[in-house]
């Protein structure tokens, strides 16, 4: 055939019958495109269960973590129970004697050892004993200082601004009250929490003073004591008498005798008795003379150098003065109480109020500059990084939002200061000092029994004069209303058992309430 017909034909043929080349390409990348589809979704989920895996080793590593701590936290407490039980156990039989005498300590008399029972358990529950391991403890110690709030003001600048004022108030009322018949005031004596060196609050101390009274020229005061109170409570009624001054020391210079010279040249020449102007009857009258004591002190303000640079408000008080003074930038919450003190001794009859309501010629007894006293005589020998303060203000502002009292949790303080030497109050002692309050508090419950402090204790120091019948009658109970009323008990044991775990968690240092918060129940 022709060479020329044969590349015609061929050609032709090539130009109605292609070959399917785009065919088998395109199932090939059809087939290849699947498979790399399936390589990917496998590596996804792969990838996935990685990523699973991972996460639940790093959840089982959070939980052990968490284990761990939980553990090291027991680990800590056991070792503190640890140690605490062994050193009880070396030195048993060395304080064994002492015991018994702690516990002779809080007994009122024979008729109370029943009730007194718990509370000598809870003073002999933890004892004076040799420290190891130091450095330990003290480590604890100030862990645990880092944990509390402290007052914000400073107490000890606070005091010496109010004894100032009250030492010029003091001199004005000398001047003022020399020639009258109004009772005579002496020198303010600090008493109460600020004047002790702690606070239950944090800010808006009261700084509370006691101002003595002693009669004016031709009267006396009388204390009777009201046998028809409450036998948990002692308060005298102050009756006024009229003197002879016709001879004698009470005679005065132009003073007329309210005795023996008539009634009408009385009226004209001289000024009323104290019976005609702040007694009841012949009782002094408490809310008369708070009143007085008002109008006193606002009328001698003016003349006060602290007038200058401060400001004065007074507060609304029945049975006492209280008023605030202010500069713009701080300022100090006062309360002048005033009283009559008993004899030569610590022991006064006040117009400090109690919870209940009080006859305006009842005269509360006071224990208050007794109280002072107590903490000047331990600060006296305690070592300068004593901490007993410290415990108190720490129980103090614990207790917010529970039906105990600040004077019951300071009476608890105040027996343990009695019985434990002040050397044990130092930073290193801070937590074993803490669990024996803690302790004592929910075992005075148990028992129903807390003894007052001052009133009948046997050994309460010497050095602070009380009256005779004072140190010498049975102690009365400040648990008394849980000995009357199941549901007061109960409430009670309740709110032991909340405060213990507060009292833990605070020591571990979790949340601890504000003041004013009420979490607690």
């Known amino acids: 055939m022709d060479p020329v017909v044969f590349l015609f034909v061929l050609l032709k043929?090539?130009?109605?019958?292609?070959?399917?080349?785009?065919?088998?390409?395109?199932?090939?990348?059809h087939l290849r495109m699947e498979m790399r589809a399936?390589?990917?979704e496998w590596e996804r989920l792969r990838?996935?269960?990685?990523?699973?895996?991972?996460?639940?080793?790093?959840?089982?590593?959070?939980?052990?973590?968490?284990?761990a701590v939980f553990l090291l936290h027991v680990l800590f407490l056991c070792l503190i129970v640890w140690k605490s039980c062994r050193r009880r156990e070396e030195n048993e039989e060395e304080n064994h004697g002492a015991n018994e005498e702690e516990v002779g300590n809080v007994a009122a008399n024979e008729e109370d050892n029943v009730g007194n029972e718990v509370v000598h358990e809870a003073w002999a529950g933890h004892r004076p004993f040799v420290q190891v391991d130091h450095d330990l403890d003290d480590h604890v110690g100030?862990?645990?200082?880092?944990?509390?709030?402290?007052p914000e003001e400073d107490l000890q600048i606070g005091c010496e601004r109010t004894i100032d004022l009250m030492d010029n108030y003091t001199v004005f009322f000398g001047h003022v009250l020399s020639?009258?018949?109004?009772?005579?005031?002496?020198?303010?004596?600090?008493?109460?929490?600020?004047?002790?060196?702690?606070?239950?609050?944090?800010?808006?101390?009261v700084y509370r003073v006691l101002i003595p009274m002693t009669p004016p020229r031709g009267h006396s005061f009388h204390l009777e004591l009201d046998s028809a109170g409450q036998r948990h409570e002692r308060n005298f009624r102050v009756r006024v008498q009229l003197e002879c001054t016709c001879t004698g020391q009470q005679q005065g210079?132009?003073?007329?005798?309210?005795?023996?010279h008539p009634e009408e040249e009385l009226r004209r020449?001289?000024?009323?008795?104290?019976?005609?102007?702040?007694?009841?009857?012949?009782?002094?009258?408490?809310?008369?003379?708070?009143?007085?004591?008002?109008?006193?002190?606002?009328?001698?303000?003016?003349?006060?150098?602290?007038?200058?640079?401060?400001?004065?408000?007074?507060?609304?008080?029945?049975?006492?003065?209280?008023?605030?003074?202010?500069?713009?930038?701080?300022?100090?919450?006062?309360?002048?109480?005033?009283?009559?003190?008993?004899?030569?001794?610590?022991?006064?009859?006040?117009?400090?109020?109690?919870?209940?309501?009080?006859?305006?010629?009842?005269?509360?007894?006071?224990?208050?500059?007794?109280?002072?006293?107590?903490?000047?005589?331990?600060?006296r020998r305690a070592p300068p990084d004593s901490l007993h303060l410290k415990c108190l203000q720490f129980f103090t502002r614990l207790l917010l939002g529970f039906s105990f009292s600040t004077y019951t949790m300071k009476t608890l303080v105040m027996h343990r200061l009695n019985v434990t030497p002040v050397s044990l109050w130092c930073r290193r002692h801070f937590l074993q000092r803490l669990m024996d309050i803690s302790d004592c508090l929910y075992l005075c419950v148990r028992g129903k029994r807390l003894n007052h402090f001052i009133v009948g204790n046997q050994r309460f120091p010497q050095d602070i004069r009380l009256p005779p019948d004072v140190q010498a009658c049975n102690a009365y109970n400040l648990f008394h209303h849980l000995v009357q009323q199941p549901a007061a008990y109960t409430q009670a044991i309740h709110e032991c058992q909340v405060l213990q775990k507060w009292f833990k968690r605070t020591l571990l240092g979790e949340h601890q309430p504000n003041e004013g918060e009420e979490p607690w129940l």
Not at 13 to 29: A, C, F, H, K, R
Not at 253 to 260: D, G, P, R
Request: include cysteine.
């Open 179 to 205: 020639n009258s018949f109004y009772p005579v005031l002496q020198r303010a004596i600090g008493v109460g929490s600020a004047f002790e060196g702690w606070s239950p609050r944090e800010q808006d101390v």
């Open 269 to 379: 020449n001289q000024d009323p008795s104290l019976l005609d102007t702040l007694c009841t009857g012949s009782y002094l009258d408490v809310q008369k003379t708070a009143c007085w004591f008002r109008q006193l002190v606002k009328a001698i303000w003016p003349a006060l150098p602290q007038s200058h640079n401060w400001h004065l408000i007074l507060l609304p008080s029945t049975r006492s003065c209280q008023f605030k003074v202010t500069n713009g930038r701080e300022s100090l919450r006062i309360e002048m109480l005033f009283g009559v003190r008993r004899g030569d001794s610590a022991v006064f009859v006040s117009s400090q109020p109690r919870e209940v309501y009080t006859p305006s010629t009842t005269w509360p007894e006071s224990y208050a500059v007794a109280e002072v006293e107590f903490f000047k005589h331990i600060a």
């Open 253 to 260: 210079k132009n003073m007329l005798c309210f005795l023996h």
């Open 142 to 150: 100030q862990v645990i200082m880092e944990r509390i709030r402290w």
């Open 38 to 40: 399936k390589h990917l």
């Open 13 to 29: 043929s090539l130009i109605q019958y292609p070959q399917p080349v785009g065919d088998g390409l395109d199932e090939e990348t």
């Open 47 to 67: 990838l996935e269960q990685e990523v699973e895996q991972l996460s639940q080793k790093k959840v089982q590593l959070l939980q052990l973590l968490a284990v």
